[in-house]
């Protein structure tokens, strides 16, 4: 048994249809079993569970990963292409366990060999009980503010506001904004202030990882008292204008991509989500469809 994850959250326990009989057979089969097997992942250390359907219906996690290998050597042995076959592992496995795997792949001829630590996703189809376990922590996400290089470059870019005209600094690292100064000239000591104060928030904020589009999200559209028209179009204040000069510098790109990719990416034809083409293959993430079988 497994539990599947589908569409607003909902999971479904879902179970190979043998096992149920199996079960059945025994006079041992229930709901809440079948919960608790799709809880555990497996049926090994289920004391209550008959023998021979413990022994029978083994999970790929109960084996042993040198026995998934020697299966997967055995096949390349006699196949001059490269064959690859899932380790699946438990959320347990650290990297020394990857570590030895890969090198017994090696040393025993396979040419390509897959490792699977369940729950390593934040988005898993099917899981196990097993899987990354939700910790109740502090709702406030610790946040890490980088620290400024010695060296940076960027750009200084003026815009004509209501206030006189803005120059904004930003200054980038790996390409990406990393801080912002503005700076507004012939203005009272209030507009400045106010000017400095919207720099060093962007700044913080853009050195805390938060995306450039959530930024300008923030500051996009408030309105002040002196609006201006101009060719770039209405700046409405201050922080518009900041949002103006990020998102056509940083953002032009995006949003032409989402449209490209809202109109290539096909449609799953069990739950209506877009397809992501990975590995060769069209699936939803959503419901486990695939149009490879």
């Not at 589908?6 to 089969?29: I, R, T, W």
């Not at 042993?64 to 290998?69: G, I, N, R």
Request: glycine share 8%.
């Amino acid at each position: 048994s497994f539990a599947r994850h589908v569409m607003d959250g909902d999971k479904l326990v879902e179970s190979n249809p043998y096992f149920e009989a199996a079960v059945k057979a025994a006079q041992c089969h229930s709901p809440k079993l079948m919960e608790e097997v799709a809880a555990k992942g497996s049926i090994a250390h289920m004391d209550y569970m008959p023998e021979e359907i413990r022994r029978v219906f083994v999970t790929a996690m109960d084996i042993e990963p040198v026995w998934h290998l020697k299966m997967q050597a055995a096949f390349q042995k006699y196949t001059d292409n490269a064959v690859s076959k899932t380790v699946n592992l438990p959320n347990s496995a650290v990297q020394d366990d990857i570590w030895k795997i890969y090198w017994m792949a090696y040393e025993m001829g396979c040419k390509g060999v897959t490792v699977y630590r369940d729950g390593c996703k934040s988005a898993q189809v099917l899981c196990t009980g097993d899987g990354a376990k939700q910790e109740k922590t502090d709702e406030r996400a610790e946040s890490v503010v980088r620290q400024r290089p010695d060296v940076v470059y960027g750009f200084t870019q003026k815009v004509k506001t209501g206030y006189g005209d803005l120059y904004l600094t930003v200054n980038e690292v790996d390409g990406k904004p990393f801080e912002v100064f503005a700076t507004i000239g012939k203005s009272g000591r209030s507009i400045t202030a106010k000017a400095e104060a919207i720099g060093r928030l962007v700044s913080l904020a853009l050195r805390s990882g938060v995306d450039v589009a959530d930024v300008v999200g923030q500051l996009k559209g408030i309105g002040g008292e002196n609006p201006v028209f101009q060719k770039k179009g209405l700046l409405l204040s201050l922080p518009d204008a900041v949002s103006w000069v990020l998102e056509h510098r940083y953002m032009q790109g995006r949003a032409r991509a989402e449209d490209f990719q809202s109109l290539t990416s096909p449609s799953c034809p069990d739950c209506g989500q877009d397809l992501v083409f990975e590995e060769g293959c069209y699936s939803c993430k959503a419901c486990g469809f695939t149009k490879c079988g």
